[in-house]
């Protein structure tokens, strides 16, 4: 984890290592959200459904529960 300070206009500068390694140039768009008193910023992507593959465990299968629990309604 890297600290960084703020400038004098709220300005972060984000590790060169950071920058190289999520392609941020100068210019480039970063989305910012802040939840549960954290603040993200968010590097584009160049395909969203591709990076979030993989995110979510395959385990436990939310789609085999629910299709268990209908199953035992049906009984």
Same mark, same amino acid.
């Given at each position: 984890?890297?600290?960084?300070?703020?400038?004098?206009?709220?300005?972060?500068?984000?590790?060169?290592?950071? =920058? =190289?390694?999520?392609?941020?140039? *100068?210019?480039?768009?970063?989305?910012?959200?802040?939840?549960?008193?954290?603040?993200?910023?968010?590097? *584009?992507?160049?395909? *969203?459904?591709?990076?979030?593959?993989?995110?979510?465990?395959?385990? *436990?299968?939310?789609?085999?529960?629910?299709?268990?629990? =209908? =199953?035992?309604?049906?009984?």
């Amino acid at each position: 984890m890297s600290k960084v300070k703020t400038l004098a206009k709220g300005q972060v500068v984000i590790p060169a290592e950071m =920058r =190289r390694k999520y392609h941020i140039n *100068p210019g480039t768009e970063l989305q910012i959200m802040e939840y549960g008193g954290i603040i993200y910023l968010i590097p *584009p992507m160049e395909d *969203p459904l591709k990076a979030a593959q993989g995110s979510l465990p395959s385990r *436990p299968s939310l789609a085999g529960q629910l299709l268990r629990e =209908r =199953r035992s309604d049906y009984k």
